[in-house]
Nanobody, 120 residues
Framework: QVQLVESGGGLVQAGGSLRLSCAAS????????MDWFRQAPGKEREFVAA????????YYLDSVKGRFTISRDNAKNTLYLQMNNLKPEDTAVYYC?????????????WGQGTQVTVSS
């Protein structure tokens, strides 16, 4: 089992920045690839960013490329999402997820989510 707890969400004006964190406990964090997803009101959950278990590979949703950066610190069992130049359309609940392999189709574990609200 892996337990994931997100933090760092909040209310920010358009153009601002937030850094989300995802703290992992349980089985070895460094064994898992990690993703960030988000779900806006009335919309399906969508993929945002992925990172390999060692952190050497990353992948992003086109609309966040150049604005968001996914990273991880395996010594601290923590995943991050640095979000810059935020837009109102980034408003959503953000979830971290642990996967058996990089960009696997179905995550094995999910966090509970953290709300990000971007005002115009």
């Amino acid at each position: 089992q892996v337990q994931l707890v997100e933090s760092g969400g909040g209310l920010v004006q358009a153009g601002g920045s937030l850094r989300l964190s995802c703290a992992a406990s349980g089985r070895t964090f460094s064994m898992y690839a990690m993703d960030w997803f988000r779900q806006a009101p009335g919309k399906e959950r969508e993929f945002v960013a992925a990172i390999s278990s060692g952190g050497g590979r990353t992948y992003y949703l086109d609309s966040v490329k150049g604005r968001f950066t996914i990273s991880r610190d395996n010594a601290k069992n923590t995943l991050y999402l640095q979000m810059n130049n935020l837009k109102p359309e980034d408003t959503a609940v953000y979830y971290c997820a642990a996967l058996a392999s990089y960009r696997a189709p179905n995550p094995d574990y999910w966090g509970q989510g953290t709300q990000v609200t971007v005002s115009s």
